[in-house]
């Protein structure tokens, strides 16, 4: 029997890869693919966005260490069973000629922000993946989910050095590969303000490219299962 998160994952890949539209942020990005996935052939039961789980709740299953609400991207349902998304949207600066309500504008406009930041951005994908173990541990319908994250930024697919405060929360490489989320400098900024963690297992990241309107991007889907 196909597993749900199996239908779901297709699904994700096929969007993504069929998808031809430049999508300018994050919050893009959630609501074509969910508006997507409401249309799928897979007829999905429910496709809901911001699915809140209180913190607490997770708390009973294991050590969620940053006490905040959670609001799920993106939760499937189908045949009494759920699937979380988690989504990532990195991006580097692109500028581009738009039109607005069928008015073809004249000057070039900043359509994906020079996000930066590439450090926090690699913490917030493997948070995402921790917070979608716990929302598994705790929850008997939900199976697995996903975490995914889509990039035009290259510096992401690069194993980080050694030597780097957030070697441990690359995504490529044998960093990617720890159960450890750690900051190389417990004084540092970020150690203090985004506190380490531990995932449950190794986990295996396999980027993809695809080209949208001149533009290279990489994304990578893994499976919590």
Known sequence: ???????????????????????????DFQMHLATWLRNSANSYDDV??????????????????????????????KDGEYCPIELKYKTRKVKRKISRFDED??????????????????????????????????????????AVFVTNDGFYTKGSKESSNNYLF??????????????????????????????EREYSIEWRTREIDLVEFYYCIVAIE
Not at 5 to 12: A, F, G, L, S, W
Not at 178 to 198: D, I, L, Q
């Open 170 to 199: 690359g995504m490529a490489g044998e960093a990617a590969r720890s159960t450890k989320k750690h900051w190389a400098n417990p004084e540092s900024t970020c150690a203090k303000t985004h506190p380490n963690f531990e995932v």
């Open 1 to 27: 029997m196909t597993m749900l998160i199996d239908i779901v994952r297709k699904d994700v890949c096929a969007f993504w890869e069929s998808n031809d539209e430049l999508l300018f942020n994050e919050r």
């Open 48 to 77: 809901d966005v911001e699915y809140y789980v209180p913190w607490h709740e997770l708390q009973k299953v294991g050590k969620y260490v940053w006490e905040s609400e959670l609001r799920l991207d993106i939760v499937i349902k």
């Open 105 to 146: 504008l004249t000057a070039d406009v900043v359509v994906m922000k020079n996000q930066g930041a590439q450090d926090l951005g690699m913490y917030d994908f493997w948070k995402d993946v921790r917070c979608v173990e716990l929302v598994r541990n705790r929850f008997e319908r939900v199976k697995g989910g996903l």
